[in-house]
């Protein structure tokens, strides 16, 4: 019995995670299949790499967040002093 063409040149994935290719699948056609293969995981460690540099780039900005933060809070307590200080002098004057 005669096998159909889309049998003869089908692609297996080993446990290895490694590709096997039918015998009857010509050395153009394997090439091509490797260089397919090869550029698309050239093409997932490219996304893997910016995903990586968009995280370390968004912890920067955490990091100056957070410090900005804690200096907005210390300004804040500074001027909530100040102010208190300042009613109080004028109460002392208006009053005494």
């Known amino acids: 019995m005669e096998q159909q063409p889309q049998q003869q040149n089908q692609l297996t994935v080993q446990n290895s995670g490694s590709l096997s290719f039918s015998s009857q699948m010509s050395k153009e056609d394997e090439e091509m299949s490797r260089s397919a293969l090869s550029t698309f995981r050239a093409k997932?460690?490219?996304?893997?790499?910016?995903?990586?540099e968009v995280r370390e780039k968004v912890q920067a900005q955490l990091g100056r967040v957070e410090e900005e933060t804690k200096r907005l809070a210390m300004i804040r307590e500074v001027l909530r002093t100040s102010i208190n200080?300042?009613?109080?002098?004028v109460l002392l004057i208006l009053f005494f």
């Open 44 to 52: 997932e460690e490219e996304i893997e790499k910016k995903k990586m």
């Open 85 to 89: 200080l300042y009613i109080s002098a």
